[in-house]
């Protein structure tokens, strides 16, 4: 099984539509990221997590929220899902523990696709 | 907060020939900058990283340089294969304390023509 896993790998869904996305993962890792990926915008931060009761806004927070429901599990929701957050997400861990460690892995991802 | 610039965003080379990808970062203080390659149809993959305390760093036919003064990395891959054909983010974070974070730069699009 993959460290970090990721469901659904593709959705098709409608505008106005409320969709959930979800991440696990077994590295036992505290920290959790969501990315978006846009092509040429690299990947840009929407939410992380430090633990289950530290969840923070990335640069791109606007239109969607999290939740954390252990520390295995980050989920990522789009309330109503609008055209423009047609995009790949990628969830990620990272071992870090504040005095220094390596760097992120990465789920599959899962591209969204809003009509 | 920290910026991170990549250049090229796209680089075709012929296989057996040299690739380098730049990186700079705009706050001083970062000290870990790992390099990630990206296949299609997968999430980026860590295949280097390089710490603020060393120059240089080499793995196999890849290697990472890091310049502190100038605030630039770079990333070399030596004798390019087709296999090496992927999307490559550098990044760039503070480590120590509550940081950790990756910035991460906007990619470079590796294509190795055989």
């Known amino acids: 099984d993959a460290d970090v896993t990721q469901t659904p790998r593709n959705r098709i869904t409608k505008t106005g539509k409320r969709i959930m996305l979800e991440c696990s993962q077994t590295?036992?890792?505290?920290?959790m990221y969501w990315y978006r990926q846009d092509p040429g915008l690299g990947l840009r931060l929407i939410y992380y997590?430090?633990?289950?009761?530290?969840?923070n806004k990335g640069e791109i927070s606007d239109g969607y929220s999290v939740s954390r429901q252990a520390q295995a599990k980050f989920s990522l929701s789009l309330e109503s899902a609008i055209p423009n957050q047609t995009a790949l997400y990628f969830c990620?861990?990272?071992?870090?523990?504040?005095?220094?460690?390596?760097?992120?892995?990465f789920g599959s991802g899962t591209r969204l696709t809003v009509v | 907060g920290e910026n991170v610039e990549q250049h090229p965003s796209t680089l075709s080379v012929q296989e057996g020939d040299s690739a380098v990808i730049k990186c700079t970062y705009s706050?001083?203080?970062?000290?870990?900058f790992p390099w990630y390659k990206q296949e299609l149809g997968k999430g980026p993959q860590l295949i280097i990283d390089?710490?603020?305390?060393?120059g240089e760093k080499k793995d196999q036919r890849i290697a990472v340089t890091l310049n502190k003064t100038a605030k630039h990395f770079s990333l070399h891959i030596t004798e390019t294969q087709p296999e090496d054909s992927a999307v490559y983010f550098c990044a760039a974070s503070i480590h120590g304390g509550s940081q950790g974070n990756l910035i991460f730069g906007k990619g470079t699009k590796l294509s190795v023509k055989p």
């Open positions: 990620a861990t990272s071992d870090y523990n504040g005095q220094g460690a390596g760097g992120y892995t």
């Open positions: 590295k036992g890792h505290d920290r």
């Open positions: 997590s430090f633990d289950v009761k530290d969840i």
């Open positions: 706050d001083s203080a970062s000290n870990y």
């Open positions: 390089i710490r603020s305390n060393v």
